[in-house]
Structure formats: structure tokens, C-alpha cells
């Protein structure tokens, strides 16, 4: 039963004020939205920097949904992954994590990577070139969502991707936004 108290003290010194683990859905992420968006409410949050989080909020869900792959083990198939939100004194985090075939990542590491190198006029041109010129890849994105995080933040994404087995990753996803608005 200290797992319980572990898991707690965990959240407090990580500042994590919404943290999700399962199978992810339309509704669930639904559920999860509502939740988040009493919580940015309640806090009193400048309207700006709610919208930027929520925006983040929306892509990294929906590239759970979209974008995890299935664990095989044994006949069950699981979209298991998991979602958090931190607060801290000058920035929101929202992290994410779902397991990924390794032979998905290069082509994600290579996106994730080109993203970091661009500044924001460079990010603005790379989502205008994706809406341009895109194609929907076979599980429905074009890969705008990471674009519109980079964008939306104003920071680098930070990710990895830690070993579950021989066939498969667990993507590991980190947006910062910070709590004070541009002038």
C-alpha cells in the first residue's frame, strides 16, 4: 500500500496536477480535456496561455490516439500509454508516453529533429509547406500536430524513447509552455 503514498509524494514533487494512464480513446480524451480545462480555470490562468496549453494538449492526445501501436501479448491488443500535466511557477508541461514499433522511429526521430532545428519563422513555413503539399499517412496524420506544438510553446519538443522489448519503444514526449505571455 506505500506505492500509493510513493506515487503521491511523486506527483507533489513533480508538480503534476492531472496524470493519466490507460487506454487512451476518443472519449477518454474528451474526459481528460473537461478535466483539464476546470483545473486551467480554477487556477485562474491568463486566457493566452490556456488556449497554448490546451492547443499542446489536443495534438499530444490526439497523437496517442492516432499514433500509438498496438502491444501484442499474447491475443490482447493495447493502446496502454499515458498522459500528465505538470504546473510549475513559469511554465505548463504536458508529457506524454505510448509505446511505438522501433522500426517507427527513425522516420518519427527524423521529424521530431527537424522541428527542433527551426525558429519560429521556420516552424510557421514548415506548416504552411505540410498543408501545401501534404499526405495523410495511413493512420490519418501528416504530422502538423508536432509542427503545431513547436509552434504553440515557442520551445523545443523533448522526447525519447526508452526500450520496452525487442519489437517496441515508449515514446516519450515533453512540451513546454511557458505561464507568461508573449509582449
Given at each position: 500500500?506505500?506505492?500509493i503514498?510513493?506515487?503521491?509524494?511523486?506527483?507533489?514533487?513533480?508538480?503534476?496536477i492531472?496524470?493519466?494512464?490507460?487506454?487512451?480513446?476518443?472519449?477518454?480524451?474528451?474526459?481528460?480535456?473537461?478535466?483539464?480545462?476546470?483545473?486551467?480555470?480554477?487556477?485562474?490562468?491568463?486566457?493566452?496561455?490556456?488556449?497554448?496549453?490546451?492547443?499542446?494538449?489536443?495534438?499530444?492526445?490526439?497523437?496517442?490516439?492516432?499514433?500509438?501501436?498496438?502491444?501484442?501479448?499474447?491475443?490482447?491488443?493495447?493502446?496502454?500509454a499515458?498522459?500528465?500535466?505538470?504546473?510549475?511557477?513559469?511554465?505548463?508541461?504536458?508529457?506524454?508516453?505510448?509505446?511505438?514499433?522501433?522500426?517507427?522511429?527513425?522516420?518519427?526521430q527524423?521529424?521530431?529533429?527537424?522541428?527542433?532545428?527551426?525558429?519560429?519563422?521556420?516552424?510557421?513555413?514548415?506548416?504552411?509547406?505540410?498543408?501545401?503539399?501534404?499526405?495523410?499517412?495511413?493512420?490519418?496524420?501528416a504530422?502538423?500536430?508536432?509542427?503545431?506544438?513547436?509552434r504553440?510553446?515557442?520551445?523545443?519538443?523533448?522526447?525519447?524513447?526508452?526500450?520496452?522489448?525487442?519489437?517496441?519503444?515508449?515514446?516519450?514526449?515533453?512540451?513546454n509552455?511557458?505561464?507568461?505571455?508573449?509582449?
Open positions: 500500500m506505500n506505492y503514498y510513493d506515487l503521491h509524494r511523486t506527483m507533489m514533487s513533480q508538480k503534476l492531472l496524470v493519466y494512464q490507460g487506454d487512451f480513446t476518443q472519449e477518454t480524451t474528451k474526459s481528460i480535456l473537461t478535466m483539464a480545462e476546470r483545473n486551467l480555470d480554477s487556477s485562474g490562468e491568463e486566457s493566452a496561455i490556456k488556449r497554448k496549453v490546451f492547443n499542446v494538449m489536443v495534438e499530444a492526445l490526439q497523437n496517442i490516439v492516432k499514433h500509438s501501436d498496438e502491444l501484442v501479448d499474447g491475443e490482447v491488443r493495447s493502446h496502454a499515458i498522459f500528465l500535466i505538470g504546473r510549475e511557477p513559469n511554465k505548463y508541461s504536458i508529457m506524454s508516453g505510448n509505446p511505438i514499433r522501433k522500426t517507427n522511429i527513425p522516420g518519427l527524423k521529424k521530431l529533429d527537424q522541428i527542433n532545428t527551426l525558429d519560429k519563422e521556420g516552424l510557421k513555413e514548415l506548416y504552411k509547406e505540410i498543408i501545401k503539399n501534404t499526405t495523410i499517412s495511413d493512420k490519418g496524420g504530422g502538423l500536430g508536432f509542427v503545431d506544438m513547436a504553440k510553446s515557442g520551445a523545443k519538443l523533448e522526447f525519447s524513447f526508452p526500450e520496452m522489448n525487442s519489437e517496441y519503444c515508449f515514446f516519450c514526449l515533453k512540451v509552455v511557458p505561464r507568461e505571455s508573449e509582449n
